[in-house]
Each structure stands twice: as C-alpha cells, then as structure tokens.
C-alpha cells in the first residue's frame, strides 16, 4: 500500500528492526504439503487439531495477562510466549485444514466445543483471572512448555513433513517459555515466605490436569512414525520438572487419576466448564458478522 | 558559574545540538522533562487498555497476533520511556505510583471506550496518526535520550497506523454491518483525535517555555492543521465521512478549514469524568498491586543470590 505522509522517510523499507517482522509472511516457505500417501489422513487432521488446539487455547489464556502483569518486563513476556503459541496454532490448524478443506479462521472460530481437542491443562482459568495468580499461571506455564518441547523434540522427525517443520520452528521457542517459567518457577519458590506458598498453591492447583497429558488415544496409534505417543513423554517431563522442583525448594504433588467422562477427556472434545465462557469470548464476533472480511 | 553553565545549556540548544544526561541542565527543563516524558509513558502503558479489550475477541487469528504484539509495542515504548526518565534522576516506581494515584496525567484519549473491532482500526489510522503528528518533531527534542527513544517508537507508531488504516481498508471492501462500524467508530474517534493536540494556543500553558528550550517543536494548533490536512484525503480514500460540517479545502491559506472540538467534554475528561477514566486507573492500580508479591519475591531472590555470591 503507499501511504502518503511525512513520516515515511522515518520507516524505511528495512523489516529487521520489528519484533516481529511486518509481513506476517508464510513460515512454512519450501515445505512440501502434499500429504504423505502412508499417512492416515483423516487422522492426520485429528492429530493437527490435538496439538493446534493446545497451542490457541494457551495463547487465549496467556493474552489475558496483556496489561495486568506484575511488571512490563513480564507482561511483554508473556505476550511473546502467547504470540509463539498463535503462530503455532495456525500452522497446525491449517495443515488440519489441508485434509479437512477449511482455513485457520473456520477451524478456530466455527467449531463448536465438542470438536475443540485440547488437553484441558491448557483450558482452565490460571489467572489473572479468580482461578489463580502469577504463581499458578507460571506453575502451568512450566508443565505445558516442558510437555510440549518433549513433544517437538521426538516430533521433528515426523513422517509428515509439514509437522516436521512445524516441530522444527516451535522447538526454539518452547525452549524459551521452558527456561522462563524455569526462572520465575525457582525465582518464587526461593523469594519470600509468601511467593513460596503461592508457588507451591499453584502447583498444587495445575496438578490434578498433569496425567492427561500422558493419556495415549488411538488416533496416535492410528499414526506411527507421524505422531509422537503421550505416554512417551513422561519421563523426560518428570525428570526436568523434579530438577526445577529441586532447585526451587518445591514439592511435586501427588500424581492423580485424569478425571473422565465416559471415558473421555480434552483430545475427545469433553472440556471443563470454564472452556464454553472461554470459546464464547473467542468466537463471538467472528460468529455475528458471517461473510465478514477481516 | 551557574550564569556560565546556563550559557553553554543555552547555546547547545540554540544550536540544535544534543543536551545529554551527564551535562548540566536547568531544574525546569529536567523537571518539565520528566513531566512529559512520564506523561507519554503512562499513556503507552494506559493505552494498552482500550486496544488489549479486543485481543480476546479478535475475529481472526492474524488480527488477534497483529493486536497482540501491537499492544506488546506500547508496552516496550513505555519501558524505553520510563528510561528515558532515570537519565534524567527520576524512578520509575516512583513515577507509577504518580499515575495510579492520580498525579500525573496521561492522553485523555484512552479514557474513551473501544466498543466494536473498527475502534482497533480507527485506533490505528487517526490516534496512532495524531500521535506520530505529535512525536515525529520529537525526534529532533533537545534532550539526547528522549530523541533516541522518540525514533524508535515513532518507527512503530507508523507501523501501527498503517496496520490500523490496512484493517479499515479491509472492513470497508467488506459487508454493509462493517462499512457501518468504520463509520461509527470514526465519528466517535475523530473529535478525541483533534483533541490530542491540547488545547488551543491561546490556552496552552506549557507552550512558549518548552518551545524555547526547544522540548517542543511546534504549537499545538500547527499540528492539528498538519493532522487534519494529512487525514482528509486519506479518509476519501478510505470512503468515509469525517464528522465536521465546516471541514473544507481553503485555496488561499493552501489548508483545511475545520471545526473546534468540544473544549468543555475536552476539560471534562482531562479532570477525570471520561466514561473510561476511573476504570483505567483502577485497572492499572489493580495490576500493579496484584503484582507487588511477586516484585517483592524477585528482589528477595536476587538478594540472597548476592548474598551467597551466586551473581
């Protein structure tokens, strides 16, 4: 677009000094999206659903700090994990959408809860809102980034090539949600009396919603070679967190049952209660202007 | 002494050179300094209210990532700001404390309600366009560090507004309902916008002094013209009405004819009776004391780390 004005001279036409870039371009560039023919396409999309959704529901949540962090260091962090997570989410939407024959916006926006497929960890009310504070919201900031980069790192070598790549870019990123829930997880369990107890409330808070993560479903056995089983995960996320936990002075919870309905959970589409509010905020205008542009 | 300290402060500026933070410089220039680069901060943190109320409801996931790390930007603009401010002795505790208390101000404009997604466009297009109006002769301020920071925030300030004028393109090669809300939401925007500029000069206390001290480049009026010539064709090209009925082309000054704001609503939100103002502040207040356990536990933290010679 030329935009005619004074300050144009001030901008240049040099990209590299945003934070994020002005193009919002396609980061997938090269990567071949042909669907692999031994892959179960169909589960495929259910798998991209899976993880795209974990990553759009965090990222809704965690953008709810924007302006109410302790400090505007952190509410600038925490933009920038919730702004990772976004462009996460809608690679994985789209390469749904590659099978399904929808865009980013239809799966995000028109899907009713029963067809959202993320865990229920990423879903509830951490704060800032009355479901916790800054300790819960880094309690589960550190499980969901350490679960998660256990997960990319087996994913990269994906039998898709697009959850390949996709694992590929998201690994850097995760690393540094991982390192700075890390920091304020040790930074509050070691500060004061009080960030101790919170720390450790908070903890106690996301914990009942850890075993899900583990939960292996058949649309992964439906993919071997393409998705990485849960069940794999949990060594290597209970020996990461066991050193924070250490060296933050915390103690690990007691392991729970994942609480079941039916016999399903979140990758089944069965949320908790707070997931409607959540999706009614989320989806309300989209829904009310159909045939809308943005 | 003093007499010769204030020469050479004198001469720097009259030769547009730099005044940097280690050089001598008068208590009023620090102190009306401080002032209004702490306005401006509180009004980067403040306004990522109005625009943040969208984030959530953003309808579609590139909009809400644009939000996002737009609202993001004013954050960082406030912090580089409130830096700016401790080159001059000030601390930013201090000067929150100011703002959630009531002493300092900041733009008046975010103390009006975004109520439909075309606001984070006109958001955009007119605010973030009278700001830039406002900003861009600061990047030529006396004082070294507010230049600097001046540069760097007026380059994402045009960022900003090009996305919010992109947005407004975008509603209005849409549906009737989003022509509608451009247009609505423009008429609610435009008259704060002018507002922006402060008062008339007739009016403007803090005007002739910041001028000399070359603070200020120019008057408050000569850039509501400069903001109102620059947005008329701009709205032509959008398709929408600016809501002035004396707004019109005058050949012979070469400038737009237009109409005064509503001075009094002006006052009368500046004094604190906006629909947003108490909100705002109580937002801010909230954060900010929400926030103190965990202010307390990193500097508590950071203490023992010192004191075990860990950092």
Redesign the interface.
Known sequence: ?S??????S???HEDS????G?G?SESLVGVDREIPSTVDAEALAIYCLMLGDDA?IMS?RL??W???????????AL??I??DL??Q??LL?SRAGDVLGKD??EL??LRDERGFRNVHLAEIDCG?GPGG??GTTIARLLVFSTWRLALFSRLRGSADPVLAAVAEKGLKELAYHRDHAAQWA???G???E??HR?MQAGLDRVWPFVSELFLSHDVESRLGGVAVPAAELKSEVDGVLEAVFSAAGLTRPADAPTPLVAGMAGRDGVHTESMGYLLA??Q???RS?P???? | MADELELAFERTVQAEARIEPRDWMPDGYRKTLIRQIAQHAHSE?IG??PE?NW????????????L??K???E??H??YL?SATETLGADRADLTDKLIEGRQKYSSIFNYPTLT?ADVGVIGWLVD?AA?CNQ?PL?RTSYGPYARAM??V???E??HQ?QG???L???M???Q??RDMVQDSVNRWWWPSLMMFGPPDSESSNTEQSMAWRIKRNTNDELRQ?FVD?TV?QAEKLGVTLPDPLLKWNEERGHHDFGQPDWDEFWQVVKGNGVCNEQRLA??R??HE????????????AA?QVKEGVA
């Not at chain 1, 045939?291 to 943005?294: L, P």
Request: hydrophobic share 45%.
């Open positions: 677009m935009f005619d004005n004074a300050y144009e001030l901008l240049g000094h945003w934070a994020f002005t919002f759009l809704q953008a709810e924007c302006s109410r962090a302790p400090e505007i260091e952190e509410d600038i933009a920038n919730a702004l976004l462009g989410a809608r939407l980013e916006d995000a926006f800032p504070d800054f040790v930074r509050l070691g500060g004061t009080e960030s919170r905020e989320m309300h205008l989209h202007l045939g809308a542009t943005w | 943190i990522m209210q943040g984030i959530s409801r953003a309808p579609s996931l590139r909009r809400k990532a644009i996002l790390a609202v993001q930007d954050a960082g406030g912090l409130y997604f366009g830039i861009v990047c540069i760097r007026c380059k994402e045009s960022f090009r004028y992109e947005l393109m975008t509603m090669r849409g549906t309902a989003q400069k620059m064709p937002h801010r909230k954060a929400d926030g103190a356990w965990v202010r307390e536990a990193a500097e508590a933290y023992k």
